[in-house]
């Protein structure tokens, strides 16, 4: 899998095997590095790059490394694709679907609750690492289709916004 990181306004390429458990080679920017990576907690990571240990802890969109924080956006391709074909504008119910498999973490709104566009949905854990869904649009969430433990594969509909 292939995904874009900004990390402070610079883009960078990441490759990431699929399925990943343990230590794994990953691609960065053309450059192959030796990664482990393990959830401790929710939201605080153990990150060995290269023989390297880092203790990350994650916020929204940001990590703290140390005592530096590091605001990072991430650009997956295959949510971009799926976002195309699904009636572009804001006109009409938009589903907030799972970009990879994983496990749902935390569901963060209810049915009926008003949400802003980019407001988190849900939180699923992929690949050792915590995703926030956000809504695509504001409006009322009109449907949950999933809770806390529930285990999802890519494109399913998690939730659905009106």
Same mark, same amino acid.
């Not at 920017?29 to 482990?36: A, E, K, N, Q």
């Not at 799926?82 to 907030?96: D, I, K, L």
């Not at 690492?129 to 449907?143: D, F, I």
């Given at each position: 899998m292939t995904?874009?990181? #900004?990390?402070?306004?610079?883009?960078?390429r990441v490759e990431l095997p699929a399925l990943a458990t343990g230590a794994v080679d990953c691609v960065v920017?053309?450059?192959?590095?030796?990664?482990?990576a393990r959830m401790l907690e929710a939201g605080v990571m153990s990150l060995v790059v290269e023989g390297r240990q880092y203790r990350c802890v994650l916020d929204g969109d940001g990590v703290w490394i140390g005592n530096r924080r590091y605001g990072f956006t991430v650009d997956d391709p295959r949510s971009l694709q799926?976002?195309?074909? /699904?009636?572009?504008?804001? #006109?009409?119910?938009?589903?907030?679907k799972a970009p990879m498999p994983?496990? $749902?973490?935390?569901?963060? $709104? /209810?049915?009926? &609750?008003?949400? /802003?566009?980019g407001q988190g949905v849900v939180v699923i854990e992929a690949m050792k690492?915590?995703? #926030?869904?956000?809504?695509?649009? /504001?409006?009322?969430?009109?449907?949950i289709g999933v809770a806390a433990? &529930?285990?999802?594969?890519?494109?399913?509909?998690?939730? $659905?916004?009106e």
């Open positions: 995904v874009w990181l #900004e990390i402070a306004g610079k883009k960078r920017d053309g450059r192959t590095m030796r990664v482990d799926g976002r195309r074909g /699904a009636g572009g504008g804001a #006109e009409g119910p938009r589903a907030v994983g496990r $749902v973490v935390r569901v963060l $709104v /209810a049915v009926g &609750d008003a949400v /802003a566009e690492m915590q995703n #926030e869904l956000k809504s695509p649009k /504001a409006g009322r969430v009109a449907r433990g &529930d285990t999802v594969g890519s494109g399913d509909v998690l939730a $659905v916004v």
